[in-house]
């Protein structure tokens, strides 16, 4: 029987892990698990085989896509950042029509969504289905619709707000990976990317709530101008 230190066959790494042959040999194939060490006229896996394979099963367990499963096991730092951001995700996945069914709203408002960016393809984000963000979202625009919001006002909200949400969050990636120019020295920028690295599952939930605040209260304020813009208008007979 082999060691538990190493010197497996492909099939007793399969017994292993629970998986087929073909599996770990797909893996293989697809970049994702390191070649066999050769020994003799053998192939064998260690343990750290045995590691990045169970690896792959979680990530594959949160949905990610082979690729993005591939940059995550080749990356060296901020995993743990990009995991925080997904945790909680796990659960029902949807394909498009799922989702639209699910919904209730019809197809032709789905594809106008997808095609404003506001509905985005999974790929983009490394997942492989959508999700019950993404749901809860549609399901959303359906109650604006239903209160009397009308579509072309709604896409144009939505053209707003992913317009700007996305440059925002272009100049945070370019913080964090020192393209975005800042009074740092380059000292202090190593030690700022270390501490945020070794903080990842605090980090995001942090700035979750800092960007949620800064949301609501920007809405608020927004608000109360419109409805003094709307009390300096001219009123009319009908009002």
């Known amino acids: 029987m082999p060691e538990e230190s190493g010197g497996w066959r492909i099939d ?55 690729a993005a499963i591939r940059a995550l096991l080749d990356a060296d730092r901020g995993v743990d950042l990009v995991e925080e951001v997904f945790a909680g995700d796990i659960g029902v996945s949807y394909t498009l029509e799922e989702l639209i069914q699910k919904s209730g709203i019809n197809e032709k408002t ?21 999700d019950a963000n993404d749901l809860d979202m549609i399901r959303a625009v359906g109650e604006l619709s239903r209160l009397g919001i009308p579509n072309p006002i709604l896409i144009e909200l939505a053209r707003i707000y992913v317009d700007g949400v996305e440059r925002m969050q272009s100049q945070v990636v370019e ?31 942090l700035f979750t709530r800092v960007v949620e605040y800064l949301h609501k ?8 101008k419109a409805i003094e813009l709307r009390a300096a208008l001219p009123q009319t007979e009908d009002e």
């Open 12 to 66: 007793d790494l399969a017994r292993r892990t629970s998986l087929t042959v073909d599996t770990i040999r797909f893996y293989q194939r697809e970049g994702l698990l390191q070649p066999a060490a050769r020994v003799g006229r053998t192939k064998e896996f260690g343990p750290d085989h045995l590691a990045r394979l169970e690896r792959i099963r979680e990530l594959q367990a949160k949905r990610f896509s082979l």
């Open 217 to 224: 209260r920007t809405t608020q304020r927004l608000a109360l």
């Open 110 to 130: 789905v594809a106008v969504l997808r095609s404003e960016r506001l509905l985005r393809d999974p790929a983009e984000f490394g997942q492989s289905a959508y």
């Open 175 to 205: 913080i964090f990976s020192g393209q975005y120019p800042t009074s740092l020295t380059p000292e202090e920028f190593v030690e700022f990317r270390s501490n945020a690295d070794s903080a990842a599952h605090t980090l995001y939930p």
